[in-house]
Nanobody
Framework: QVQLVESGGGLVQAGESLRLSCAASGATFSIVSMGWYRQAAGKEFELVATIASPILNSAEKTNYADSVKGRFTIFRDYAKDTLDLQMNNLKPGDTAVYYC?????????WGQGTQVTVAP
């Protein structure tokens, strides 16, 4: 099993930046991919960004929701077992609870979530 703990959420003004971090523990060696999802109040879960672990000679692959492309960057530190999400030029529409996820051999894992609020 993989355990995930997010940190870094908070209240910011539109246009400002925030960096979320997710610390993974447990069977991290078996993680195939990680990602960030978010859920705004009254709305469904939305994929924000994912990153797939490198396989053989291939580089890791990232994927972003259209709404965050060019503003958000997902980064995984394999040595520290952390997953970061750098969020720049934040908009009120980015307000949501952000969840860290991991897909491992033991199955999917989710963190407890961290609130991000962007004031206009």
């Amino acid at each position: 099993q993989v355990q995930l703990v997010e940190s870094g959420g908070g209240l910011v003004q539109a246009g400002e930046s925030l960096r979320l971090s997710c610390a993974a523990s447990g069977a991290t060696f078996s993680i195939v991919s990680m990602g960030w999802y978010r859920q705004a109040a009254g709305k469904e879960f939305e994929l924000v960004a994912t990153i797939a672990s490198p396989i053989l000679n291939s580089a890791e692959k990232t994927n972003y929701a259209d709404s965050v492309k060019g503003r958000f960057t997902i980064f995984r530190d394999y040595a520290k077992d952390t997953l970061d999400l750098q969020m720049n030029n934040l908009k009120p529409g980015d307000t949501a609870v952000y969840y860290c996820t991991a897909n491992a051999a033991s199955g999917p894992s989710w963190g407890q979530g961290t609130q991000v609020t962007v004031a206009p």
